[in-house]
């Protein structure tokens, strides 16, 4: 097991009791371990020792680990993501990673909604894929309903960041990326392969607050609660709300606030639809809580006894 700077390895595994020590130590802030190798001096141990059916599992936010998941298939092991970095990066690195029989990556969109499987299953029973739609940032979800309630935008900011819903940096989830590089995800299996120029994704914060510290970001972002509160009231007077929706449909996606009817599905549910050749006039939804670091592990360790029961 590593964190960015150290590790504990045993070739023989660690204990339980070692892994809840492991666990307990980072919520303290302490590291996992002793300083370790680098990942690709990691794989290259395991293959001396001689381990068999490793998995590899990429639970970071960090881009740039394509090399060490590349030696991981090379050395025959399996990879499971959360991480979405390598699935959306331009396609040409990308889409080797798409249907790999040996990769498995459900918590890199929905957290633990089975949204990945459920995607896998129409394409294997040849169902064409029509339109992906969903709401597929939890943060974003939270904001919006706090907006709902007349609550000012920053307010609604920093309450999610409080709470811990946001990256630290609530930038990273106010500008639509995340969410665009999960409408990737989508587009890509789906058979489109999309480049981020493809997604027109409409960012919450103004370009003259993208290059404030942190801090700064969040003494001034009070100036968009105007504008953001008219486009409230506007969608209210039409009895609607505003949610922040993903749409990919015929190689195009988009990503931003859209007013839907207050009270209906769209307005109410953690949701991701389907709409397919056999769901063509009923969509096929999975709605439900889905984010969370339980959801997430969940989809994770599902994906990895997924693997394992393969014997790859
Ligand atoms: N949390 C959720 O609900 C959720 C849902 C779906 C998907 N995800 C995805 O899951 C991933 C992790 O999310 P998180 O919220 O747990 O992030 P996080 O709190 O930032 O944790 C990331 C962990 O990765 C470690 N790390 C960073 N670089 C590393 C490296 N090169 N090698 C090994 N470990 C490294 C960090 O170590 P240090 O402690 O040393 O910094 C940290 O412990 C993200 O890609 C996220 O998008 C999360």
Redesign the pocket.
């Known amino acids: 097991m590593?964190?960015?700077?150290?590790w504990q390895f045993q070739p023989g595994g660690l204990s339980d009791d070692q892994l809840r020590d492991i666990v307990a130590r980072?919520a303290q802030g302490q590291?996992?371990g002793e300083k370790r190798p680098s990942?690709l001096q990691i794989l290259n141990l395991l293959a001396e020792s001689g381990l068999e059916q490793v998995i590899v599992v990429?639970?970071?936010?960090?881009s740039g680990?394509e090399p060490t998941l590349d030696r991981a298939l090379e050395l025959g092991y399996g990879v499971v993501?959360?991480?979405?970095?390598a699935f959306a990066g331009p396609w040409a690195t990308a889409q080797r990673y798409f249907h790999h029989p040996r990769i498995r990556h459900e918590?890199?969109?929905?957290?633990g909604q089975p949204v990945i499987a459920t995607l896998r299953y129409l394409l294997d029973t040849n169902d064409p894929i029509h339109e992906i739609k969903g709401q597929l940032s939890?943060t974003l979800g939270f904001i919006c309903q706090q907006l709902d309630q007349g609550v000012a935008f920053s307010t609604a900011v920093a309450e999610a960041k409080t709470r811990g819903y946001t990256?630290?940096d609530p930038r990273e989830d106010l500008g639509g990326l995340?969410v665009m590089r999960k409408v990737m995800i989508l587009g890509r299996m789906a058979g489109w392969p999309l480049e981020t120029g493809d997604i027109t994704v409409e960012s919450l914060y103004t370009p003259d607050l993208a290059n404030l510290s942190v801090a700064d970001f969040m003494a001034q972002v009070a100036v968009l609660d105007e504008v953001m509160s008219q486009r409230v009231a506007a969608a209210q007077a039409n009895g609607q709300v505003l949610r922040y929706l993903a749409q990919v449909r015929e190689g195009k996606g988009v990503v931003g606030l859209t007013a839907v009817p207050a009270g209906s599905a769209l307005a109410n549910l953690k949701f991701i639809s389907f709409r397919t050749g056999r769901y063509d006039d009923e969509p096929l939804m999975i709605c439900g809580k889905?984010?969370?670091?339980e959801?997430?592990a969940a989809?994770v360790i599902g994906d990895m006894l997924a693997l394992v029961r393969e014997e790859f």
């Open positions: 590593c964190d960015s700077q150290t980072k590291p996992v990942t990429d639970v970071t936010a960090v680990l993501l959360a991480n979405k970095k918590s890199t969109v929905g957290g939890g990256e630290p995340d889905g984010a969370g670091v959801m997430t989809g």
